[in-house]
C-alpha cells in the first residue's frame, strides 16, 4: 500500500506544479481524467503503459513515481 500511496501522492503533486487539470493529464497519458482522479485517491493502480507516459512527460524515473526512489532524475 506504501508504493500505491507514493505514486498518487507523486502524481498530484507533479500535476499540480505544471498546473495541469486531470482531465489534461489523462490526455497526455492516453486515458480518461477520471482515472487520473483514481489514480490520486489511491482507488486506481496505473498500468505499466500509463506509468511509461506519466515518467516520460514529466521527465523522471518509473522508480520515483512509484516510490522506490526520491531520486527525480532519470539515470541515463
Do not use: H, P
Amino acid at each position: 500500500m506504501f508504493l500505491r500511496n507514493t505514486f498518487s501522492k507523486r502524481i498530484f503533486e507533479l500535476r499540480t506544479e505544471r498546473k495541469l487539470k486531470q482531465e489534461e493529464l489523462g490526455n497526455i497519458a492516453g486515458i480518461k481524467g477520471k482515472s487520473i482522479s483514481m489514480m490520486e485517491k489511491g482507488k486506481r493502480a496505473a498500468s505499466i503503459e500509463v506509468m511509461c507516459a506519466l515518467a516520460d512527460y514529466f521527465d523522471v524515473s518509473l522508480d520515483y513515481l512509484a516510490g522506490r526512489s526520491d531520486n527525480r532524475e532519470i539515470n541515463k
